[in-house]
């Protein structure tokens, strides 16, 4: 007469001592009947000792005998527990026996006995047990999985850091007849009994759910994982941030729609505090795209209804709320690590008028490296906050260029960070000095 227990760290078949052990091997059988252990964790594991499950509030004071949880279905009284059926020959020698947990008598309380918890031992020649706690039955498939289950980390009162439980109990023999008011419920539970749980790594949390859930809840734990990783790189000023709810995005533009002309489009819909077109720095051309800020979020929302596909100097314009969070970059002038505010363009609110977009992503990298719009125009880089490496690149940039062997000079034997700034002052007159000198030499040869 045999058992198939489903794990969730692989499958044992438990061997029941039906002839020796009858009401302790019914009560076992007809637990399992009802779905009583599925889902039920080990909540007690002891290395090389034993595995303790069976209980639904994985406390180790929970759980009752099958006579007792009729009784209390029909609104009887019964003993919570039934006495242990101890068999001298049957003792705790090899690993994977099965024994009930017998619970202690307590004042007051009634009897102690047995009821639904049972442990599985992990060791061989236990004998501590033999006397104390009932043994009915032996592991004889599945040793595999007990070495796993032997192996867990647990906390300090020995449950498994990962939840191991039972996924389900198939009944492959029960000569046992039911008890009368048995009743097997219509499903097999899908919620585990105790409150607390401790989701394995290896299993799927979201495999419960419906497909259109579990895909939703996906989307958002790669959205929350995509927006940490930009945090740390740089480009958010931290993960939680949210675009702001009235600017709206406009794309599909005509090249030659102006500003003016989509903020007088717009405005019907009510006060506008800023609308660009985004063009590209160098040729002034429009990128086909623009940033409209409303005074108001519903205002915004109403634009995004009435203007889709609404056309515009003959372009059917396509609209959505802008995702872009660059103007929450000012928040970095408090970094101490910057120590400036971030390049403003000719609106005041920011490069590109402080929406995003191409352009914003560019002065946003080159205001991180410490480049700043006008800069970067010219041609002058410098380092913010370094005032002196500042002056001597703008100086090198203006000065002619130094000689093959002044060239490889410098490159063999680069300049130590350590020097005070009197000796890199210095060094960079003699640099001059050296580079003119070479030019009136090469002057008067000619």
Same mark, same amino acid.
């Given at each position: 007469m045999s058992v198939l227990l489903e794990t969730s760290l692989g499958d044992l078949v438990i061997d029941l001592e039906v002839e020796a052990c009858p009401k302790t091997c019914q009560n076992?059988?007809?637990?399992?009947?009802? +779905?009583? +252990?599925?889902?039920? !964790?080990?909540?007690?594991?002891?290395?090389?000792?034993?595995?303790? %499950?069976? $209980?639904?509030? !994985?406390t180790g004071t929970g759980g009752e005998s099958i006579w007792s949880l009729i009784a209390s279905q029909q609104g009887k009284q019964e003993p919570r527990y039934f006495s242990p059926e101890f068999v001298p020959r049957l003792k705790h020698k090899e690993k994977g026996t099965v024994s009930m947990a017998v619970a202690p008598a307590i004042d007051g309380e009634g009897k102690g006995g047995c009821g639904s918890q049972f442990f599985i031992t992990l060791g061989n020649d236990i004998e501590y047990l033999d006397g104390k706690h009932a043994v009915f039955g032996h592991v004889v498939e599945g040793l595999d999985t007990l070495d796993k289950l032997n192996d867990v980390f647990v906390d300090q009162e020995g449950r498994p850091f990962k939840d191991i439980r039972i996924r389900h109990v198939e009944i492959l023999d029960d000569p @046992?007849?039911?008890?009368?008011?048995?009743?097997?419920?219509d499903s097999i539970p899908t919620k585990p009994p105790d409150n607390s749980t401790r989701i394995a790594e290896d299993e799927d949390p979201l495999a419960a759910l419906p497909e259109e859930e579990a895909e939703a809840e996906r989307r958002k734990q790669a959205a929350r994982a995509? !927006? &940490? %990783?930009?945090?740390?790189?740089? $480009?958010l000023p931290f993960a939680n941030v949210r675009p702001p709810e009235n600017v709206l995005f406009v794309c599909k533009l005509?090249?030659?729609?102006?500003?003016? =002309?989509? #903020?007088l489009i717009f405005s019907r819909f009510g006060p506008i505090m800023s609308c660009q077109v985004i063009r590209d720095k160098k040729t002034g051309d429009s990128l086909q795209y623009a940033f409209i800020e409303f005074d108001k979020r519903k205002d915004a929302?109403? !634009? +995004?209804?009435?203007?889709?596909?609404?056309?515009?100097? #003959?372009?059917?314009? *396509?609209?959505? @709320?802008?995702?872009?969070?660059?103007?929450?970059?000012?928040? *970095?002038?408090?970094?101490?690590?910057?120590?400036?505010?971030?390049?403003?363009? =000719?609106?005041?609110?920011?490069?590109?008028?402080?929406?995003?977009?191409?352009?914003? &992503?560019?002065? %946003?990298?080159?205001?991180? #490296?410490?480049?700043?719009? =006008? $800069?970067?125009? +010219?041609?002058m880089v410098f380092d913010v906050? $370094?005032? =002196?490496?500042?002056?001597?690149?703008?100086?090198?940039?203006?000065?002619?260029k130094d000689s093959p062997r002044e060239h490889r000079r410098r490159s063999r034997s680069p300049r130590p960070r350590d020097r005070d700034r009197g000796e890199r002052d210095r060094d960079s007159r003699r640099s001059h000095s050296r580079d003119r000198l070479s030019r009136d030499r090469y002057d008067r040869r000619r």
């Amino acid at each position: 007469m045999s058992v198939l227990l489903e794990t969730s760290l692989g499958d044992l078949v438990i061997d029941l001592e039906v002839e020796a052990c009858p009401k302790t091997c019914q009560n076992f059988l007809k637990l399992c009947k009802i +779905y009583y +252990y599925n889902l039920n !964790a080990f909540f007690n594991v002891s290395k090389d000792f034993l595995a303790q %499950t069976g $209980d639904p509030t !994985a406390t180790g004071t929970g759980g009752e005998s099958i006579w007792s949880l009729i009784a209390s279905q029909q609104g009887k009284q019964e003993p919570r527990y039934f006495s242990p059926e101890f068999v001298p020959r049957l003792k705790h020698k090899e690993k994977g026996t099965v024994s009930m947990a017998v619970a202690p008598a307590i004042d007051g309380e009634g009897k102690g006995g047995c009821g639904s918890q049972f442990f599985i031992t992990l060791g061989n020649d236990i004998e501590y047990l033999d006397g104390k706690h009932a043994v009915f039955g032996h592991v004889v498939e599945g040793l595999d999985t007990l070495d796993k289950l032997n192996d867990v980390f647990v906390d300090q009162e020995g449950r498994p850091f990962k939840d191991i439980r039972i996924r389900h109990v198939e009944i492959l023999d029960d000569p @046992f007849e039911d008890p009368s008011g048995l009743v097997v419920p219509d499903s097999i539970p899908t919620k585990p009994p105790d409150n607390s749980t401790r989701i394995a790594e290896d299993e799927d949390p979201l495999a419960a759910l419906p497909e259109e859930e579990a895909e939703a809840e996906r989307r958002k734990q790669a959205a929350r994982a995509s !927006a &940490l %990783t930009l945090e740390m790189v740089g $480009d958010l000023p931290f993960a939680n941030v949210r675009p702001p709810e009235n600017v709206l995005f406009v794309c599909k533009l005509n090249p030659v729609t102006r500003d003016e =002309d989509l #903020e007088l489009i717009f405005s019907r819909f009510g006060p506008i505090m800023s609308c660009q077109v985004i063009r590209d720095k160098k040729t002034g051309d429009s990128l086909q795209y623009a940033f409209i800020e409303f005074d108001k979020r519903k205002d915004a929302e109403q !634009a +995004y209804f009435k203007m889709q596909n609404v056309l515009v100097d #003959e372009r059917r314009i *396509w609209v959505d @709320f802008s995702q872009s969070v660059a103007r929450l970059n000012t928040s *970095w002038s408090n970094n101490p690590r910057v120590g400036l505010r971030p390049p403003r363009g =000719d609106s005041g609110r920011g490069a590109a008028g402080g929406f995003g977009g191409l352009e914003d &992503l560019e002065v %946003t990298r080159r205001y991180r #490296e410490g480049v700043s719009r =006008d $800069d970067a125009k +010219y041609g002058m880089v410098f380092d913010v906050g $370094d005032d =002196d490496r500042r002056h001597r690149r703008r100086s090198m940039s203006k000065s002619p260029k130094d000689s093959p062997r002044e060239h490889r000079r410098r490159s063999r034997s680069p300049r130590p960070r350590d020097r005070d700034r009197g000796e890199r002052d210095r060094d960079s007159r003699r640099s001059h000095s050296r580079d003119r000198l070479s030019r009136d030499r090469y002057d008067r040869r000619r």
